[in-house]
T-cell receptor, first 113, second 114 residues
């Protein structure tokens, strides 16, 4: 158990819908990272927050957004969902602003029908 | 942007043998590398890391080798066990460029044959 929690574990929804994925970092970690992993693909970095502020953006679509709250948990919002958005979404956390040793959560599997 | 790739998408080894998983990276400014293990249905798990000022680093049954000349990284697993079956990813980052995210390769699936 990495100490990073993600909810929900599974999510099934329809095209055009909007969903919110939630992540709680390890106790003491200030950084949260979001990744997308499509079937048999590597992890694609989406976005990084440190202590409530956005630090880096990767290949995140405009339909996606995220935020980190004062209690350091983070939410990833996916809207106008398309079939191709079906994937595993991982959250990771680390102590500082540099993504050195990230600890990953168990992921949320999103299925868009 | 940076790209990280793997030479072998799949690798099958006999239990007890040593495994070598390779990774090539393209950004010569990368100064930090990590190997992750991802078991089915789980998130990636940190295995070992290495900084660019080192050529070799050893952990428990694992060794990472870094060859900056040819931009190549490898993960060696000694006495491979069935529990080592997983997908292995290498990831790299360049702190010098101010980039603040890891770039992951596509992964190598290691299957250990009992």
């Amino acid at each position: 158990d990495s100490g990073v929690t993600q909810t929900p574990k599974h999510l099934i929804t329809a095209t055009g819908q909007r969903v919110t994925l939630r992540c709680s970092p390890r106790s003491g970690d200030l950084s949260v990272y979001w990744y997308q992993q499509s079937l048999d693909q590597g992890l694609q970095f989406l976005i990084h927050y440190y202590n409530g502020e956005e630090r880096a953006k990767g290949n995140i679509l405009e339909r996606f957004s995220a935020q980190q709250f004062p209690d350091l948990h983070s939410e990833l919002n996916l809207s106008s969902l398309e079939l191709g958005d079906s994937a595993l979404y991982f959250c990771a956390s680390s102590v500082g602003p540099k993504p050195s040793e990230q600890f990953f959560g168990p992921g949320t599997r999103l299925t868009v029908l | 942007g940076e790209s990280v790739g793997l030479h072998l998408p799949t690798l099958s080894v006999q239990e007890g043998d040593n495994s070598i998983i390779n990774c090539a990276y393209s950004n010569s400014a990368s100064d930090y590398f990590i190997w992750y293990k991802q078991e089915s249905g789980k998130g990636p798990q940190f295995i070992i890391d290495i900084r660019s000022n080192m050529d070799k680093r050893q952990g428990q049954r694992v060794t990472v080798l870094l060859n900056k000349t040819v931009k190549h990284l490898s993960l060696q697993i000694a006495a491979t066990q069935p529990g080592d079956s997983a997908v292995y990813f290498c990831a790299e980052i360049s702190h010098q460029t101010g980039a603040n995210n890891l770039f992951f390769g596509t992964g190598t699936r290691l299957t250990v044959i009992p």
